[in-house]
């Protein structure tokens, strides 16, 4: 296989803001929006696409951030958080970022607020089918999904180029995800993501 190209952070959030577009346009759901634009590129830009994706996905594995998402979702596992990492992506790059600096920033966003109130939980906010577009693009063109994950291992294990450094992973420890505390204490949620505290627990 050739060397995967790389893709910076800048190209990486027009390919998401172009799969909202797209989704709006033409009444598709984002993820199915995100395949399309995916499956038009090579598989090596496919591969460059996961590396970054789990890049983005991975720096929002915090403490904080899973406390707004056991807010919003009445309660959080891990693969949960893995989806939930997945809707913050799919909100784009301006409402990503603001959860990044503070995860209590959501409390502003239409669908958190929403979802507030509703019965289900918002799969835009805990999407799971973002997680896995890039092999769904990549089976679209070799008609076989195993081969992704063939590929994506041996991008995986080849030596990255010297003048370029390894994207970041999931923290190796729990201090690397900031201070851990309990979810089930209102009174500390409350303290740490107010705004988000008074949608989801009631205001005091």
């Not at 346009?25 to 499956?39: C, E, H, I, P």
């Not at 989806?83 to 959860?99: N, P, Q, V």
């Not at 201090?175 to 705004?195: I, Q």
């Amino acid at each position: 296989m050739a060397q995967c190209p790389a893709m910076d952070t800048d190209h990486f959030w027009t390919v998401i803001e172009s799969a909202r577009s797209s989704a709006e346009s033409n009444g598709k759901t984002f993820a199915d929006a995100l395949v399309d634009r995916l499956a038009a590129f090579s598989r090596e830009e496919i591969l460059a696409y996961q590396e970054r994706f789990d890049e983005v996905h991975d720096a929002l594995y915090r403490w904080d951030v899973w406390a707004a998402a056991y807010l919003i979702g009445g309660g959080c596992s891990d693969d949960s958080f893995m989806d939930f990492r997945a809707g913050l992506i799919a909100l784009g790059r301006d409402w990503y970022e603001r959860a990044a600096a503070s995860p209590d920033a959501l409390a502003a966003h239409p669908a958190v607020r929403a979802a507030a109130t509703a019965t289900d939980r918002d799969d835009r906010l805990f999407y799971e089918d973002v997680n896995y577009a890039a092999g769904d693009a990549f089976s679209r063109l070799t008609g076989d999904r195993e081969d992704f994950y063939e590929a994506w291992d041996q991008h995986r294990s080849a030596p990255a180029p010297s003048d370029e450094t390894e994207p970041e992973t999931e923290p190796e420890s729990e201090s690397d995800m900031g201070e851990d505390f309990d979810f089930d204490d209102a009174g500390e949620m409350r303290r740490r993501l107010p705004a988000l505290a008074d949608l989801y627990l009631g205001k005091v």
